[in-house]
């Protein structure tokens, strides 16, 4: 069971894929968002598609967005893989080390990636990204978190170093909150479908591949961030936590750099596997 969300940007509608087939969920709610996992949704899709309630739908030819609809955070853990850490010049940290990307930022998984004017480092990151079903607020422990975890989806967590690194000032979201740098899908699978601690996670650059890790290789698992960060603010119904990404990147001096049409690939075992075009950017029209 796999929840999307299908056809242009800002008049996407929520389905459910089971299998081979697609089911429309508008009978359910108008979209999936923080309101519908907040109210136990998912049961409920989970109970129509067993009482075979749902209506089947033809999805071919048919835009994919993100999987969930305007989330008011996206959280983003970074160096939580120790490699990685290694070849950004770092020390693993000893608590998670957090930065925001803008909620604009998020688009659909197969949506082209914009190179920003002036950028010569634009990179990639494949992550596996939490989604919160349930306001999360001092959770008392790692496996209460678990219960505030609605499913978990592909993250691309497209940064522009030079803006990230050497133009930030100190913070990172200079280079984290450029249009399009966070597509995010296909699919939300739900968390009680995936074992999150042992998922298979890899990226590609037109066909070469680049990163190949484990979430089994995390520093902080997604109970210990979601407990973690309760601690220092509510996280709401909706709400992306991006949990960081293995080594691989062009950031480790390996790869170039991408630039105008090369295709990032990004796949998570169990979720499913997203492509992204790059453009560069052009100028506001008139």
């Known amino acids: 069971m796999k929840l999307q969300r299908i056809g242009e940007p800002g008049t996407e509608r929520p389905i459910v894929v089971d299998g081979d087939q697609a089911y429309d969920l508008r009978s359910l709610t108008a979209d999936i968002d923080g309101d ?32 969930i609809a305007r989330p008011q955070a996206v959280w ?19 608590t998670p080390v957090l930065f925001f990307k803008t909620p604009n930022t998020v688009v659909g998984p197969y949506d082209d990636v ?51 690194l050497e ?9 984290k909150c450029c ?14 479908r995936l074992d999150a601690g042992n998922l298979r996670l890899r990226s590609f650059v037109n066909g070469e591949p680049r990163q190949d890790s484990s979430t089994a290789d995390l520093i902080f698992d997604v109970g210990y961030l979601v407990w973690h960060l309760s601690q220092y603010a509510v996280l709401e119904p909706g709400d992306v936590i991006n949990t960081g990404t293995p ?27 997203a492509r992204q075009r790059c453009r560069n950017a052009v100028a506001a029209q008139p």
Not at 266 to 271: D, F, K, T
Request: a negative charge.
């Open 114 to 164: 914009v190179i920003p004017r002036g950028s010569q480092r634009t990179d990639w990151e494949v992550e596996l990204a939490v989604v919160i079903g349930r306001r999360a607020r001092y959770l008392d422990s790692v496996g209460e978190a678990l219960h505030h975890i609605a499913g978990y989806t592909i993250s691309n967590d497209v940064s522009e170093r030079a803006f990230q």
């Open 167 to 175: 133009q930030s000032g100190g913070q990172w979201s200079k280079g």
């Open 36 to 67: 519908f996992l907040a109210a136990d949704g998912i049961a409920a899709v989970a109970a129509a598609l067993a009482a075979e309630q749902l209506p089947r739908i033809d999805i071919a030819g048919e835009r994919i967005g993100a999987p």
């Open 179 to 192: 249009e399009t740098f966070n597509p995010l899908g296909p699919s939300l699978v739900p968390r009680d």
């Open 76 to 94: 983003c853990i970074g160096m939580n893989y120790a490699a990685h850490a290694t070849e950004s010049g770092s020390e693993p940290p000893e």
């Open 247 to 273: 080594a691989g990147v062009a950031l480790s001096g390996r790869y170039p750099y991408l630039r105008d049409g090369d295709v990032v690939e990004v796949e998570i075992e169990g979720i499913g596997r």
